[in-house]
């Protein structure tokens, strides 16, 4: 049995207790040292080849969904076909698993659409090695479709190197990278098209993983990851921003989403649990360098690709720059008072996208590592008293270890406590459910953890 003190903790908290007839918890694995496969990881994402991505894709004129198809030198076409090519080139290399294809649609004219337009997202699959975990699924994306200041324009220069090359880059890197590696679960990664006339090709993927009922663990949308420098002209390469909802904001609240909020669990959404681990992996391997969960589905007057997943119930987050300078957004090139006004690359700062593309691997790494977040948690609430049983469901990976309790101060952004109780699928904490909030993870033999799970009453 084994207690994690942290340093946030209050002193109070930081005793652990053996739950009267708990049954004897095995040796715990180490869950908080450092894989030397995700260091590996984090260590091979490489600035210069992210620079190379993002200068390739500028070079394309435009990426505007409705721009050139024909050309192999301008337009989306050439663009989605170099993305292509590259991904399949990466994937050769790295022994052939990579499976990389176009998920393509016609989309009929609308408000953003002046024809009906075939919209592409390149989509490159990694399976997962093991038979337990192969359905599980984490998705990463940047969009590569580009535009200036109107959203109609398809001819004039749009080079997009922060919005959104500098994600579609990370995207291909991380992808370069992690195909050389084994994981348990599925990973894919997407880089996606008309994200600005409307998130339709993300939508497009997500409906379709919805209608399939694909188990999308986890979704990481990577859009605006450029730059570090804000419009005061202030640098910032030690942050970024991680958006993350609570209860979406829908006219009839489902019946998970209401039993979350009966019990003051609106910030233990999943995809709440999901920037909570996020934060915590993403801070442990990439140093001095902090993740700022936004309690938002995104920014003011904008929207993402995140928000398809969102929308369908899957766990889905945003990464994007502390602090937008939004001259060198969605602008159309040209100079003003003698500034430069538009997306070019000269603003991106390389070595801050490589940061973010570590910290997404690095996240991404320890969840397609883990085993599945437990399901069926519930906290029995059958008779008063001050104590916490909680059950859960068995896990099935043939790798896992047992099972860890984690608990924070029912206003505490972060897990503040952990107890790992072994292979069982019920333990009795002496703590009040009345005073913390729990969660449930699951540990393989590695100290690989998964999200927690959030325990709904049970009588
Ligand atoms: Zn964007």
Known sequence: MQCIPRKTLPAALLLCFAAN??????????????????????????????????????????RHTMSDTVSDTRGIGAARRWIKGELERCGAAAGGRLQVGYDSH??????????????????ATLPGT????????????????????????ATSDAPGANDDASGTAAVIEMACVMARHQFD??????????????????????????????????????????????????????????????????????????????????NDSITRQLARHIKEVGERYVDKFSVNVIYRRDRYLRGGDHSP??????????FTEPNEDFNHQHQDLREEGGRKIGDLPEYDDFNYIAQVARVNAASLSSLALAPAAPQQVKVRTAKLDNNTELVWQANKEPDLA????????????????ALYVGNTTQYVIPRSKDNFLFGVQAVDKDGNVSVATYPLPQR
């Open 21 to 62: 007839g708990a049954m004897a918890a095995d040796a715990a694995p180490n869950v908080t040292a450092h894989q030397a496969e995700i260091d590996q990881i984090v260590k091979e994402i490489s600035p210069q080849r992210i620079e190379g991505y993002v200068r390739k894709l500028v070079s394309f004129g435009t």
């Open 402 to 417: 047992g099972y860890r309790i984690v608990w924070r101060d029912t206003t505490a952004p972060q897990w503040q406590g």
């Open 309 to 318: 997943f969102l929308d369908r119930g899957y766990a889905a987050v945003r």
């Open 185 to 266: 679960a599925t990973l894919v990664f997407m880089t996606v098209a008309a994200e600005e006339q409307g998130l339709l090709g993300a939508a497009n993927w997500a409906e379709l993983a919805r209608q399939k009922n694909w188990n999308i663990a986890g979704m990481l949308n990577n859009d605006i990851i450029g730059s570090s420098r804000a419009d005061d002209g202030h640098v910032d390469n030690t942050q970024v921003r991680l958006f993350a909802e609570g209860i979406p904001a829908v006219k009839d609240m489902s019946d998970a989403n209401r039993a979350l909020v009966a019990t003051g669990g609106e």
């Open 130 to 153: 093991q038979a337990e975990s192969v359905d599980r699924m984490y998705v990463v994306s940047g969009h590569y479709d580009s535009r200036v200041t109107d959203v109609m324009n």
């Open 106 to 123: 016609v989309h009929p004219v609308m408000a953003r659409l002046s024809q009906p337009t075939e919209i592409v997202n390149v989509v």
